[in-house]
């Protein structure tokens, strides 16, 4: 069993930078990858970025070059650093753990509950 938990979300302005952390439990995080999915009002959980067990990444294109994934198993926590921030990135943000990384949400078996990241014009 695994339980994630996001922090780091908030309203920052355009051009500005936020942290996202994905902390989770389990002594086997570091044998999943690790998702992170958005969602704003009245669209689909679309993917943003993902990393492997073995540290591959993989990004939307709609952020490649602005966010960047990242994991520290040690501290069992997963890392979305999102730079250049625009205000089309405004959802709630979550991360999921699963198999592989994929770009549809079904496989993933874990989630967070998610955090917010307004971002204003």
């Known amino acids: 069993q695994v339980q994630l938990v996001e922090s780091g979300g908030g309203l920052v302005q355009a051009g500005g930078s936020l942290r996202l952390s994905c902390a989770a439990s389990?002594?086997?995080?570091?044998?999943?990858?690790v998702g992170w999915f958005r969602q704003a009002p009245g669209k689909e959980r679309e993917f943003v970025a993902g990393?492997?067990?073995?540290?591959?990444?993989y990004y939307a294109e709609s952020v490649k070059g602005r966010f960047t994934i990242s994991r520290d198993n040690a501290k069992n926590t997963v890392y979305l650093q999102m730079n250049s921030l625009k205000p089309e990135d405004t959802a709630v943000y979550y991360c999921?753990?699963?198999?592989?990384?994929?770009?549809?949400?079904?496989?993933?078996?874990?989630w967070g509950q998610g955090t917010q990241v307004t971002v204003s014009s």
């Open positions: 389990g002594r086997t995080f570091s044998s999943y990858a």
């Open positions: 999921s753990a699963g198999i592989m990384v994929v770009t549809t949400a079904t496989p993933y078996r874990y």
């Open positions: 990393i492997s067990s073995g540290g591959s990444t």
